[in-house]
């Protein structure tokens, strides 16, 4: 499985960004999907997760309103708009895949993991 995440950048706070995961190795449509931030000094933290058909999704509270996840399973590829955007979102933002389909937290950890791609988002 590949996961390649793409469309971070620099944006002013307030402003909106939309980044995307494209996947390939097996059926996309098989499988929940993530997106996770990491701050520097900071962990690896959930933002969130939407279920093999996106009809079911779970998000961050500090992050609900605010961020958006969806999938296109045509397109094997997932997204995170964001908008109203801190300086504190600033971290590099990975995606990830699940080994179930649920959108619903589980406990469980991804299975694979994308590269990051960072979010800047200055004051």
């Known amino acids: 499985v590949q996961l390649q995440a793409y469309g971070g950048g620099l944006v002013q706070a307030g402003g909106s960004l939309r980044l995307s995961c494209a996947a390939s190795g097996r059926t996309f449509g098989d499988h929940a999907m993530g997106w996770f931030r990491q701050a520097p000094g900071k962990e690896r933290e959930f933002v969130a997760r939407i279920g093999h058909n996106g009809r079911v999704t779970t998000t961050a509270n500090s992050m609900k309103g605010r961020f958006t996840i969806s999938r296109d399973n045509a397109k094997s590829t997932m997204y995170l708009r964001m908008k109203v955007l801190k300086p504190e979102d600033t971290a590099v933002y990975y995606c990830?895949?699940?080994?179930?389909?649920?959108?619903?937290?589980?406990?469980?950890?991804?299975?694979?993991w994308g590269q990051g791609t960072q979010v800047t988002v200055s004051s």
């Open positions: 990830a895949q699940y080994a179930i389909a649920s959108g619903q937290s589980k406990g469980d950890r991804p299975q694979f």
